[in-house]
């Protein structure tokens, strides 16, 4: 009897042959993939948008560029603000 898989071995392409695959944990890239994107985030113009809102409560603000959240921004009663950056 004949293996199902005989014969398909040599058109398979590992992943170690692909060229500019780099593994997502490597720890040189992901420093300078963070700034890059922090950078491209604070340079952006941005469509504001209120999702929460009400008395005695923080307010509650995202910023989107085509539609797509690129910060969270929380107003604090004591006027300081939390700023979250979405790095996708």
Do not use: W
């Not at 929460?52 to 539609?67: A, F, M, R």
């Amino acid at each position: 009897m004949e293996s199902y898989l005989s014969g398909r071995g040599s058109s398979f392409e590992s992943p170690k042959e692909k060229v500019g695959f780099t593994p997502y944990l490597d720890s040189n890239s992901d420093e300078e993939n963070i700034e890059m994107k922090k950078e491209s985030i604070e340079s952006k113009e941005y469509e504001s948008e209120v999702i929460y809102e009400e008395k005695d409560c923080p307010k509650v603000e995202v910023l989107s560029t085509d539609g797509v959240p690129a910060k969270i921004v929380i107003h604090l009663q004591d006027g300081k603000l939390l700023e979250i950056n979405c790095l996708y």
